[in-house]
């Protein structure tokens, strides 16, 4: 039971490069999430999906593209990666009806922009 | 939206009880009060959830004041591996919302031998 994968484990980018950050369900889950977590704060949510097809924004969105082209995969994309984007990345799903007060969260990707 | 109040951080000895309280005076009657944990170099991982009533799992107990203005999570005997930072939050009971949870800076919890 894998849960909520999430590739790659570390990362260091130049300032400029793209890249994407894969995460995967295996429960089925309509719900998806991607949150950043800077050093010594909370996590707060970039984007989210409730579908797939449908995305929406969250609280830091800038910077980042989502698509949800399946149920299983979340990509988040950093078109431009810039020394603010250094953080670490949780990628997250939940079920609907009595699954829906659970979060799963991925290990994470440490992301180092330099 | 309802915001919460946790200490910075808290100590216990190992097979002792930990009580960790959060404030959250503006809560609205449809928030529900979920409990998350994160162990070093891990992700989030869910702990309990509540909206008026105490509830219990394996894991933790929530206990739930009367007027919902404070709650406190119960770990019945602390060990060496629930040293972790617990976050406090609030969901509004509208399914949409339940993937948007605001985490604060939760509480350190240090077990010791």
């Known amino acids: 039971n894998a849960g909520v994968t999430q590739t790659p484990k570390f990362q260091v980018l130049k300032t400029g490069q793209s890249m994407t950050l894969q995460c995967a369900q295996d429960m089925n889950h309509e719900y998806m999430s991607w949150y950043r977590q800077d050093p010594g704060m909370g996590l707060r949510l970039i984007h989210y999906s409730v579908g797939a097809g449908i995305t929406d924004q969250g609280e830091v969105p800038n910077g980042y593209n989502v698509s949800r082209s399946t149920t299983e995969d979340f990509p988040l994309r950093l078109l431009s990666a810039a020394p603010s984007q250094t953080s670490v990345y949780f990628c997250?799903?939940?079920?609907?009806?009595?699954?829906?007060?659970?979060?799963?969260f991925g290990a994470g990707t440490r992301l180092s922009v330099l | 939206d309802a915001k919460t109040t946790q200490p910075n951080s808290m100590e216990s000895n190992e097979e002792e009880p930990v009580h960790l309280p959060c404030n959250h005076s503006?809560?609205?009657?449809?928030?529900?009060i979920h409990w998350y944990r994160q162990l070093p170099s891990q992700g989030p991982e869910y702990v309990i959830h509540g909206l008026t009533s105490n509830v219990n799992n394996r894991m933790a107990s929530l206990a739930i004041a009367e007027d919902r203005k404070s709650s406190t999570l119960i770990l019945h005997r602390a060990t060496l591996r629930d040293a972790a930072v617990y976050y406090c939050?609030?969901?509004?009971?509208?399914?949409?919302?339940?993937?948007?949870?605001?985490f604060g800076t939760g509480t350190r919890l240090q077990v010791t031998l």
């Open positions: 503006t809560i609205s009657g449809t928030d529900y």
């Open positions: 939050i609030l969901r509004p009971i509208n399914t949409g919302t339940a993937s948007k949870l605001t």
């Open positions: 997250a799903s939940r079920g609907a009806g009595t699954g829906k007060n659970i979060q799963y």
